[in-house]
């Protein structure tokens, strides 16, 4: 089976089909504006404080590295992004 590898043609103007991009360097550029419209852009300041839910607090929290790491190596790539929406195999590929 033969594929190819790449990202497809865009449109830089949805309304025009006409405005189809090949390019790399115009596909990028289409790319980087539809992800800068979607990130919020924080205000500068100080961050909100938040009340404590509870009274408990841990004393004592100790993790190596290689605990660090083994953890990230046993990741199942096959399942879905988490609540951070970082990829199982984005974290494997960059382990160590």
């Known amino acids: 089976m033969k594929t190819r590898s790449g990202v497809a043609r865009f449109l830089s103007n949805k309304d025009d089909p006409s405005s189809i991009k090949h390019s790399d360097p115009e596909k990028s550029e289409i790319l980087q504006s539809q992800f800068c419209k979607v990130f919020t ?8 404080s938040l009340s404590l839910r509870t009274n408990n607090s841990i004393e004592n929290l100790e993790f190596t590295e290689n605990s660090v790491l083994t953890k990230l190596l046993r990741l199942n790539s096959g399942k879905s992004c988490g609540k951070d929406e970082v990829h199982a195999h984005l974290l494997k590929e960059l382990a160590h």
Do not use: K, S, V, Y
């Open 41 to 48: 852009i924080e205000p500068p300041g100080d961050l909100p």
